[in-house]
């Protein structure tokens, strides 16, 4: 048998990798540990995707130790290494203070490890631990919190979010990702200092965001916006409190445009809805005057307030408008049906209207739901029978009136009227 000359390439372990720098750290006389999230998973019992390092060796040292490796923030003591084909971020131990943006410090000296725990934003992600030993070093109090459930700011809560306010988002987020309770200190402090949140790059904002809604529990983390006036500030609107039914009715496995959507149904769509009369045509209306009067507006506010990309704007544009469509179900002809299951928004869309909950809804799903079956098993996108070349070769000349005949065409064919591409030439000529 001929042996293989290719090796079989190793898959990246972060763990690996954050184990041997540490060892290599504390055999050079260093005090070296995990830190951060990695530690605060393992204790929950999960396997951190990724691991950080700290050390008070200072960042040239680090560079030296490690061939492979570059700085990402040397005025913060940070170092990226490369190893097992994966990167560990080594910081060194560091205080910092001044800061005047509510982001950025002014001041930042390299310190000890306590001091370093004493900076960082919550008790759970205060953690550090010594893998070699095993030992946990706690100087906040995180394991505690840990064990009860708690996002409690370390040490001033105001102080913390004074020096950067992006931690109210993230408080939020890990509350709702953990399903851990925040304290009520912290608490106070975010409602003080949620307004200046407006003060964040709206890409930072964008990305907590992001993960929130694309988290295990987005419907909470909503919810906690709302409840610590934060959504206001996020998405650059009046603040209210409005029942999440929708959101919260869509499970975890949702992509973003899906849970804006939701959101935006939440917000903007169901209090009106609820206001006049329960119903699926009264839905339908209200979505209809909010895609003329409001849909605009609203996607292009929630753009520079989230920083969506231009792929998830569009993505929650065409999810919004396809809805009263697909709430006017009854009245679409086989033809529309097709289109409606062809269109790439369809899979988005129709997650919303099974989230929904307003009177006569249920029998519409069912409804839906079988029609699918059937359209599905017809095929619901067949190639076109003609094509514009064929109008051309009949005679017809290009204009205003050649998309609608192809269009008049397609859905023929989507109907089952026309079912060959001579029945669909024949049909043109016809029209002469």
């Known amino acids: 048998m001929n042996k293989s000359r290719g090796k079989t390439r190793r898959a990246p372990d972060a763990r690996v990798a954050a184990y041997r720098i540490v060892r290599l750290l504390q055999k050079h006389g260093h005090t070296t540990y995990l830190a951060g999230g990695c530690v605060r998973d393992r204790l929950r019992g999960i396997t951190p995707k990724d691991y950080d390092v700290a050390t008070d060796a200072h960042p040239q040292v680090v560079r030296k130790l490690f061939n492979r490796s570059r700085f990402v923030g040397e005025a ?25 943006d509510g982001r950025r410090p002014s001041h930042v000296e390299f310190s000890d490890a306590e001091h370093d725990a ?31 459930g708690v996002i409690r700011a370390i040490g001033n809560a105001q102080q913390r979010f004074g020096e950067d306010y992006l931690r109210m988002l993230r408080a939020v987020r890990f509350a709702a990702e953990l399903d851990f309770t925040i304290h009520r200190s912290t608490v106070a402090a975010i409602r003080k200092y949620a307004p200046q949140l407006a003060c964040i790059s709206r890409e930072r904002t964008g990305k907590e965001i992001q993960l929130m809604l694309t988290g295990r529990q987005p419907s909470h983390a909503a919810a906690l916006l709302q409840r610590l006036q934060l959504d206001g500030p996020v998405l650059n609107e009046t603040h209210c409190s409005v029942r999440l039914s929708t959101l919260q ?37 209200c979505v209809s005057v909010f895609l003329t009067d409001e849909l605009t507006d609203l996607v292009r506010r929630w753009k520079r307030a989230l920083c ?3 792929d998830d704007r569009d993505a929650l544009r065409a999810c919004l408008k396809l809805l009263p469509t697909i709430l006017a179900w009854h009245d679409q002809s086989t ?10 928004a369809w899979p988005v869309a129709y997650r919303i209207i099974r989230a929904l909950r307003t009177a006569g809804i249920t029998p519409l799903r069912r409804k839906i739901d079988q029609d699918c079956l059937c359209l599905r098993a017809q095929g619901v996108s067949p190639r076109p029978l003609v094509t514009g070349d064929d109008l051309i070769h009949i005679g017809r000349k290009p204009g205003p009136a050649f998309s609608r005949l ?22 043109l000529r016809q029209l002469r």
């Open 308 to 310: 969506l990309t231009n």
């Open 118 to 148: 004493r900076r960082r934003d919550f008790t759970i992600n205060g953690l550090f631990e010594d893998p070699i030993t095993d030992r946990v070093i706690d100087y906040v109090g995180g394991r505690a919190d840990l064990k009860a």
């Open 406 to 427: 192809l269009n008049q065409i397609y859905d023929a064919q989507l109907e089952g009227h026309l079912r060959t591409r001579d029945e669909a030439i024949k049909w």
């Open 335 to 344: 033809a529309r049906h097709k289109r409606l299951l062809a269109d790439p």
């Open 76 to 100: 913060f003591g940070v170092v990226i290494v490369f190893m097992e084909g994966t990167s560990v971020e080594v910081a060194t131990f560091r205080t910092e203070w001044g800061y005047k």
């Open 249 to 285: 009715r869509l499970n975890d496995d949702i992509s973003y445009p899906a849970a804006l959507a939701a959101w935006a149904m939440d917000r903007h769509l169901l209090p009106r809805h609820v206001a006049r009369s329960h119903g699926v045509e009264n839905l339908a209306r």
